[in-house]
């Protein structure tokens, strides 16, 4: 064999491991690109679902007419939509009776800024109870009897007047899952 053939076998040798290394340089570069096409995809399929969690909220001082939408609204035995004494806002269902408003007396406490409100799927009643006399008043358990514009019961709610010092004020609270919203009136009476 003379030079020029070995040397051309050793060009053919070197061009052969050259397209080697070519190849498998090009390999490992097609490999990172398709791993980064797959962690770009992964991360937006990630983030997608975090917004889809969070669900759609409106913008902050905007109201949702429900009924436009022919949605019902509901959290469990309390339906979310204005009626008889109540109205919905900002998600709450308030009681807007003025007879609640009154100042009512029960065994020498005065009671005032009576509300109700709903939401998450139970009704609270709250009043401030004020006892405006120089005596001790002792706490108990009572009643607090709803009523509707016919006078009649609409729910009966358990609660705890607290202990009352001599002209002090306290607030009493009570909670149910039936929707006292659309009470027309209320009272206390003794268990």
Same mark, same amino acid.
């Given at each position: 064999m003379n030079k020029k053939t070995k040397e051309n076998e050793k060009? *053919?040798?070197?061009?052969?491991?050259? =397209?080697?290394? &070519?190849?498998?340089?090009?390999?490992?570069?097609?490999?990172?690109?398709v791993l980064i096409v797959i962690l770009i995809a992964y991360l937006l399929i990630a983030f997608s679902k975090k917004d889809e969690d969070k669900g759609?909220?409106?913008?902050?001082?905007?109201?949702?007419?429900?009924?436009?939408?022919?949605?019902?609204r509901s959290n469990g035995n309390i339906v979310m939509e204005d009626g008889t004494n109540a109205e919905v806002k900002d998600g709450?269902?308030?009681?807007?009776?003025?007879?609640?408003?009154? *100042?009512?007396?029960?065994?020498?406490? =005065?009671?005032? &800024?009576?509300?109700?409100?709903?939401?998450?799927?139970m009704s609270q009643f709250a009043?401030?109870?004020e006892n405006p006399y120089d005596k001790n008043i002792e706490g108990e358990f009572v009643d607090v009897v709803f009523i509707n514009e016919d006078?009649?019961?609409?729910?009966?709610?358990?609660?705890f007047f607290p202990d009352l010092e001599p002209n002090s004020t306290s607030e009493i609270n009570a909670s149910t899952d039936i929707d006292i919203t659309s009470a027309y009136d209320f009272?206390?009476?003794?268990k």
């Open positions: 060009k *053919e040798i070197n061009k052969k491991e050259k =397209n080697e290394k &070519d190849i498998g340089t090009n390999v490992a570069k097609i490999v990172v690109i759609l909220k409106p913008a902050p001082n905007t109201t949702i007419d429900y009924n436009l939408l022919n949605v019902e709450v269902k308030r009681n807007t009776s003025s007879k609640l408003q009154e *100042e009512r007396t029960y065994n020498d406490m =005065n009671i005032r &800024d009576a509300r109700i409100e709903a939401t998450g799927g009043a401030t109870v006078g009649s019961e609409l729910a009966r709610v358990e609660t009272y206390i009476e003794a």
